[in-house]
């Protein structure tokens, strides 16, 4: 199983930032990328920079029948379709997709490390997949998602909310 999160922090020329989430998931479904899950969305204060806009993040839970390195290629691809250009660390973006995990297979190289090498310590990334893969084991710390989020620090478990609304596309 693979493990996407998919976050936007700015509207775009396609709409808000849960327009750009659908969007960034319908291309992702064009890109043979076959998705099982989603979670709903969660909204976060923007980090480090909390004067930013708040981000909305949704877990993606799919298969890919190509390795990694192709993935990522068509993530950036769809970063790019949906207005993302590379600007400071950090700043606000209309669509940001990291590959959290990829079949618990370790990758890295100079462009890609998988599992994401922080993972671990984002509310935004542990909540989502705590709803959608309640047995998920980090590849590398051998630590199971209810103790990641227990690990997270009091301000990290409240400054979340799980929203009621979800990705408007059937699967």
Known sequence: MIHLNIGSNLNSRFG??????????????SAKVKIKKISNY???????????????????????????????????????????????????????IDIIDYNSDIVKKDFITIPHS?????????????Q????????????NINYLIKKLDFKSRIEITRLSKNVNIKL
Not at 118 to 127: A, E, S
Not at 134 to 142: A, G, Q, S
């Open 132 to 143: 959608i893969d309640p047995n998920w084991i980090h590849p590398v710390l051998k630590q």
């Open 16 to 29: 808000s930032r849960s327009d750009n989430i659908t969007l960034a998931i319908d291309l992702l479904l």
């Open 118 to 130: 922080r993972c671990h310590m984002r509310n935004f990334v542990l909540y989502p997949i705590e």
């Open 42 to 96: 969660y909204e976060t204060p923007s980090y480090p920079n909390k004067s930013f806009p708040n981000y909305l993040n949704v877990g993606v839970l799919c298969f890919f029948n190509e390795n990694p390195e192709i993935l990522f290629k068509i993530i950036k691809s769809i970063e790019k379709k949906i207005g993302r250009f590379k600007t400071i660390k950090n700043a606000p973006r209309v669509c940001d």
